[in-house]
């Protein structure tokens, strides 16, 4: 009687699970799309005062790996991945600001056969979004190519993820205000684009 009860039990917070899983996410992934993303990106504007730090984005490419702010699997802190090197264990309602040689990169996070392949020019920004997918006894992340606009509404929400959490602090900006600084100048400079 007690086993049949526990599988009982057992059954139950597995359905929820997947349930809530499911609630969480109704919106579907964006599709990876590499060219129509770069070519809907204008080269960068040339500026009369160039400085160190925007020279350095030109010669650059800057990858957003960000995770919205959720209650549902709070807990999980899976870790993210560049190029098989571990940057961090992604935190709730944070976010990772990178600074990559320009080339083809791959991003995943535990599970590598699910991961975002980019051949990135110098200067290119991307995003990829977190998303939390049902498992069979717990919850997994996975990354999806996301659309600039949505992706700084939802940066514009979050924090850099901790120090304590990073692994790898070589393509990973770790100075916090930095990240902070950059990620509201793009935020900034996307909010007159969606008025006029």
């Not at 961090?88 to 991961?115: Q, S, V």
């Amino acid at each position: 009687m007690k086993y049949l009860m526990r599988s009982v039990v057992c059954a139950l917070l597995i359905a929820y699970g997947h349930a809530a899983v499911r609630a969480q996410d109704q919106q579907p992934p964006a599709a990876p799309s590499p060219s129509p993303q770069a070519e809907q990106q204008p080269p960068p504007a040339a500026t009369t005062e160039p400085s160190g730090a925007s020279q350095a984005e030109e010669k650059t490419v800057t990858v957003y790996i960000y995770r919205p702010k959720k209650f549902v699997g709070s807990a999980l802190e899976p870790s993210v991945f560049c190029d098989g090197v571990e940057l961090g264990r992604m935190d709730n309602g944070r976010y990772i600001m990178l600074r990559l040689a320009p080339g083809t990169h791959r991003f995943h996070m535990t599970e590598k056969d699910k991961r975002v392949e980019e051949t990135l020019k110098p200067g290119q920004v991307i995003y990829l979004r977190f998303r939390l997918e049902p498992g069979m006894w717990k919850g997994h992340g996975n990354l999806y190519l996301a659309d600039e606009e949505e992706a700084l509404k939802e940066l514009k929400k979050l924090k850099p993820l901790a120090a304590d959490k990073l692994k790898d602090k070589t393509m990973v900006v770790t100075d916090m205000a930095e990240a902070e600084a950059e990620t509201k100048k793009r935020v900034s400079e996307q909010t007159p684009t969606k008025k006029s």
